[in-house]
C-alpha cells in the first residue's frame, strides 16, 4: 500500500488500514506474484500525474483501480503498457526489473491492454481483427485459413460462441469487447489491463462480460487490472481494489474488507481550487434558455430533465460513459437523433445541425481543444475561419479583406487576454490556457449567443490558467447575461463556479444540485453509485 496525503485525508486512510484488515491483502504466495510497481511518479510540466504508486499483483487475481477522472489511473496504465516512461519509480515482471521503451517492449513482457475506446477496423471480420498486425503469411501472402484458424482456436480457449466471420461493425458493442479481449489473447498475456470495459456496454451486456472475465480468472493463471467506477461491478468481481486520488495510490486492500463508503471517502480530492465570487442566491431570471426533458439518441430514449437559465454557469458533472458529452452533442445537433425535442431560447427545436444550432444561439467547444484549431494556421485565421462571410471583400469573387480580419481578430485577442507574440503566429505555438481563450473568445464573438456549451474547458491547464478561464466565463454570465453550460470531471472546479450542478450517470440526469446545497461528498457519491442520493 501506498499512503500519500496530508490532515483529515492521510487519518482517514490510516485509520481505513487500520480497520481493513489489509495485512491480510498480503499474505499471498510470493512466487505467484507477477507485478510489482514501486514508487512510480510521472510529471508533465512540474505537475504529477502520478506520484509514488507501489502495488502488487498476483497470477489469478483481479484487482480493480478505481478513481475519479483525472486520479490518475490512466497514466498508470501508460506507463505499464510502454506509453509513458516513468521519471521515477521501478516495474517489475516475475520478480524482474523491467524497462519499456515501447508500447512492443511491453507487450512482449506479457502485458496487454484493452481500451475503453475500441480499436477495431469496421469493415474487417472478427477474426482479422484478432489476428491484425499478427497475420500468417504463406509465400508472402496473407493466409486467410489460418488467420481463420487462429482466431477460432483462442475463441474455443475462452469459451466464447460469438460470430466471426462477419465485419464486426455488424455486431453489437458487447461482442466488440470480446473480440477486442480475443485479440489481447493471441499474445497470451500474463496481465491483461481493462480500461473501462463496460462504459459502452448495453444493460443487457453487462452480466454476460463480467461472467466472461470470473471465467477467465477461474480458468486461466492471468492476472487483471480492472479500471472502472462503477463499485456494484468492482465489488462482484474484483479481489481487491486500489483507489486513485489526485494521482496517488492513497488506499489499496482486499474488497471483502473494504465498504463502498470507505472507497468513496478516500476517491475524494484534496480542494486545490478555491471557491469564486459566486452568488448563493438560486433564484431564476425569467424564462430558461435551454428546458430539456428527454433524448433519443445512440438507439435509445434519455431521461435528461434539466434547465437552464439566462446569465448562470450550469455544471454537468459524472464519471467514465455518464453521458454527459454526448448529452450536449445532442442538443447542439452534432449527434444523428431518431427525435429531437426540446425548447431553447423560447422556440422548440425539433430539427437541426451545429450551423442551424449556432444561427440559433447555441454554440459548443469541444472536448479537445486541437478538434476546435486549425494547428497549421495563424492566430488570425484560426479566430476568422467562424466569421468568413463577414470577412469576404468580393462576395462574387470569395476574396478575404485582409485588414478587417486583422482587426478582428486583435479585438478577440485583447478582450481575452491572450498573451502572443504576433498575431501570424502558428496557433499551436501558444500554451493550452492560450489556445483555449481563442475558442471561447471567439465562439461568445459570434452574432446573438444565448448558450456556451464548454466541454472540459480547462484540460492540462496549470492552475493560474485555469483561474483564468473560469474568470472568463464568470465575466460573461455576469457582464453579457450569457448561460454557460459547463461540463467537467473535475468536480472542485465545478464547485468554485457553477450555480447549479447535475450529475449524469448511464446516459440519464439523475440529481440537480443547487449551490447552497452543495456536497462533494454526495455529489460524488451520486455519479459513483449512479442513481439519487
Given at each position: 500500500?501506498?499512503?500519500?496525503?496530508?490532515?483529515?485525508?492521510?487519518?482517514?486512510?490510516?485509520?481505513?488500514?487500520?480497520?481493513?484488515?489489509?495485512e491480510?491483502?498480503?499474505?499471498?504466495?510470493?512466487?505467484?506474484?507477477?507485478?510489482?510497481?514501486?514508487?512510480?511518479?510521472?510529471?508533465?510540466?512540474?505537475?504529477?500525474?502520478?506520484e509514488?504508486?507501489?502495488?502488487?499483483?498476483?497470477?489469478?487475481?483481479?484487482?480493480?483501480?478505481?478513481?475519479?477522472?483525472?486520479?490518475?489511473?490512466?497514466?498508470?496504465?501508460?506507463?505499464?503498457?510502454?506509453?509513458?516512461?516513468?521519471?521515477?519509480?521501478?516495474?517489475?515482471?516475475?520478480?524482474?526489473?523491467?524497462?519499456?521503451?515501447?508500447?512492443?517492449?511491453?507487450?512482449?513482457?506479457g502485458?496487454?491492454?484493452?481500451?475503453?475506446?475500441?480499436?477495431?477496423?469496421?469493415?474487417?471480420?472478427?477474426?482479422?481483427?484478432?489476428?491484425?498486425?499478427?497475420?500468417?503469411?504463406?509465400?508472402?501472402?496473407?493466409?486467410?485459413?489460418?488467420?481463420?484458424e487462429?482466431?477460432e482456436?483462442?475463441?474455443?480457449?475462452?469459451?466464447?460462441?460469438?460470430?466471426?466471420?462477419?465485419?464486426?461493425?455488424?455486431?453489437g458493442?458487447?461482442?466488440?469487447?470480446?473480440?477486442?479481449?480475443?485479440?489481447?489473447?493471441?499474445?497470451?498475456?500474463?496481465?491483461?489491463?481493462?480500461?473501462?470495459?463496460?462504459?459502452?456496454?448495453?444493460?443487457?451486456?453487462?452480466?454476460?462480460?463480467?461472467?466472461?472475465?470470473?471465467?477467465?480468472?477461474?480458468?486461466?493463471?492471468?492476472?487483471?487490472?480492472?479500471?472502472?467506477?462503477?463499485?456494484?461491478?468492482?465489488?462482484?468481481?474484483?479481489?481487491?481494489?486500489a483507489?486513485?486520488?489526485?494521482?496517488r495510490?492513497?488506499?489499496?486492500?482486499?474488497?471483502?474488507?473494504?465498504?463502498?463508503?470507505?472507497?468513496?471517502?478516500?476517491?475524494?480530492?484534496?480542494?486545490?481550487?478555491?471557491?469564486?465570487?459566486?452568488?448563493?442566491?438560486d433564484?431564476?431570471?425569467?424564462?430558461?434558455?435551454?428546458?430539456?426533458?428527454?433524448?433519443?439518441?445512440?438507439?435509445?430514449?434519455?431521461?435528461?430533465?434539466?434547465?437552464?437559465?439566462?446569465?448562470?454557469?450550469?455544471?454537468?458533472?459524472?464519471?467514465?460513459?455518464s453521458?454527459?458529452t454526448?448529452?450536449?452533442?445532442?442538443?447542439?445537433?452534432?449527434?444523428?437523433?431518431?427525435?429531437r425535442?426540446?425548447i431553447?431560447?423560447?422556440?422548440?427545436?425539433?430539427?437541426?445541425?451545429?450551423?442551424?444550432?449556432i444561427?440559433?444561439?447555441?454554440?459548443?467547444?469541444?472536448?479537445?481543444?486541437?478538434?476546435?484549431l486549425?494547428r497549421?494556421?495563424?492566430?488570425?485565421?484560426?479566430?476568422?475561419?467562424?466569421?468568413l462571410?463577414?470577412?469576404?471583400?468580393?462576395?462574387?469573387?470569395?476574396?478575404?479583406?485582409?485588414?478587417?480580419?486583422?482587426?478582428?481578430?486583435?479585438?478577440?485577442?485583447?478582450?481575452?487576454?491572450?498573451?502572443?507574440?504576433?498575431?501570424?503566429?502558428?496557433?499551436?505555438?501558444?500554451?493550452?490556457?492560450n489556445m483555449?481563450?481563442?475558442?471561447?473568445?471567439?465562439?461568445?464573438?459570434?452574432?446573438?449567443?444565448?448558450?456556451?456549451?464548454?466541454?472540459?474547458?480547462?484540460?492540462?491547464?496549470?492552475?493560474?490558467?485555469?483561474?483564468?478561464?473560469?474568470?472568463?466565463?464568470?465575466?460573461?454570465?455576469?457582464?453579457?447575461?450569457?448561460?454557460?453550460?459547463?461540463?467537467?470531471?473535475?468536480?472542485?472546479?465545478?464547485?468554485?463556479?457553477?450555480?447549479?450542478?447535475?450529475?449524469?450517470?448511464?446516459?440519464?440526469?439523475?440529481?440537480?444540485f443547487?449551490?447552497?446545497?452543495?456536497?462533494?461528498?454526495?455529489?460524488?457519491?451520486?455519479?459513483?453509485?449512479?442513481?439519487?442520493?
Open positions: 500500500i501506498c499512503i500519500n496525503g496530508t490532515g483529515e485525508e492521510l487519518r482517514y486512510v490510516n485509520e481505513t488500514v487500520k480497520t481493513s484488515g489489509f491480510a491483502a498480503n499474505e499471498h504466495d510470493p512466487s505467484r506474484e507477477v507485478l510489482r510497481v514501486s514508487g512510480l511518479c510521472k510529471y508533465f510540466g512540474g505537475v504529477a500525474a502520478n509514488d504508486i507501489s502495488l502488487t499483483l498476483h497470477r489469478g487475481e483481479i484487482l480493480a483501480i478505481a478513481g475519479e477522472n483525472g486520479a490518475g489511473k490512466s497514466t498508470f496504465c501508460k506507463m505499464l503498457t510502454g506509453v509513458y516512461h516513468p521519471d521515477k519509480g521501478e516495474i517489475f515482471i516475475d520478480g524482474e526489473k523491467v524497462k519499456f521503451d515501447s508500447p512492443a517492449d511491453s507487450i512482449a513482457a502485458i496487454k491492454m484493452v481500451y475503453q475506446e475500441r480499436n477495431l477496423v469496421g469493415l474487417m471480420t472478427g477474426a482479422q481483427n484478432i489476428c491484425l498486425a499478427q497475420e500468417p503469411c504463406k509465400m508472402g501472402m496473407i493466409d486467410e485459413k489460418k488467420i481463420i487462429q482466431a482456436k483462442t475463441k474455443k480457449k475462452l469459451g466464447l460462441t460469438i460470430d466471426l466471420s462477419i465485419p464486426v461493425e455488424k455486431v458493442a458487447g461482442e466488440q469487447q470480446l473480440i477486442e479481449i480475443l485479440r489481447a489473447f493471441q499474445t497470451e498475456p500474463k496481465i491483461l489491463i481493462l480500461d473501462e470495459p463496460t462504459a459502452s456496454l448495453g444493460q443487457g451486456e453487462i452480466e454476460p462480460f463480467l461472467n466472461f472475465i470470473k471465467r477467465i480468472k477461474q480458468e486461466t493463471d492471468i492476472a487483471i487490472i480492472f479500471i472502472s467506477h462503477k463499485f456494484e461491478e468492482v465489488y462482484e468481481i474484483a479481489d481487491k481494489i483507489v486513485f486520488t489526485d494521482g495510490n492513497v488506499l489499496c486492500a482486499d474488497t471483502k474488507d473494504l465498504s463502498q463508503d470507505e472507497c468513496i471517502r478516500a476517491m475524494l480530492r484534496s480542494d486545490k481550487i478555491a471557491p469564486l465570487d459566486v452568488s448563493l442566491d433564484s431564476r431570471n425569467g424564462e430558461p434558455v435551454l428546458k430539456v426533458e428527454k433524448g433519443f439518441y445512440d438507439g435509445k430514449e434519455h431521461n435528461i430533465e434539466f434547465s437552464i437559465y439566462p446569465g448562470e454557469i450550469v455544471g454537468f458533472y459524472g464519471l467514465v460513459g453521458g454527459r454526448e448529452c450536449a452533442e445532442y442538443l447542439f445537433g452534432k449527434r444523428p437523433a431518431a427525435q425535442e426540446f431553447f431560447n423560447g422556440e422548440k427545436i425539433q430539427k437541426g445541425k451545429p450551423i442551424d444550432m444561427s440559433k444561439g447555441m454554440i459548443m467547444t469541444p472536448e479537445k481543444r486541437m478538434n476546435g486549425f497549421a494556421l495563424s492566430l488570425t485565421d484560426n479566430i476568422c475561419n467562424l466569421f462571410t463577414k470577412m469576404l471583400k468580393n462576395r462574387i469573387l470569395g476574396t478575404i479583406d485582409a485588414k478587417k480580419c486583422q482587426k478582428f481578430s486583435l479585438k478577440v485577442l485583447k478582450d481575452n487576454n491572450v498573451k502572443y507574440r504576433s498575431q501570424s503566429q502558428p496557433v499551436v505555438s501558444l500554451s493550452g490556457g483555449q481563450k481563442i475558442i471561447i473568445g471567439r465562439s461568445v464573438a459570434l452574432e446573438n449567443i444565448k448558450l456556451l456549451i464548454v466541454d472540459e474547458p480547462t484540460t492540462g491547464m496549470d492552475i493560474g490558467a485555469k483561474y483564468q478561464v473560469y474568470r472568463k466565463l464568470l465575466d460573461l454570465a455576469d457582464k453579457q447575461s450569457l448561460s454557460v453550460m459547463m461540463i467537467s470531471s473535475e468536480l472542485d472546479e465545478l464547485l468554485a463556479v457553477c450555480r447549479r450542478i447535475y450529475v449524469f450517470a448511464g446516459g440519464n440526469c439523475i440529481q440537480e443547487a449551490r447552497r446545497d452543495f456536497d462533494k461528498r454526495k455529489i460524488v457519491e451520486t455519479a459513483v453509485r449512479g442513481r439519487r442520493i
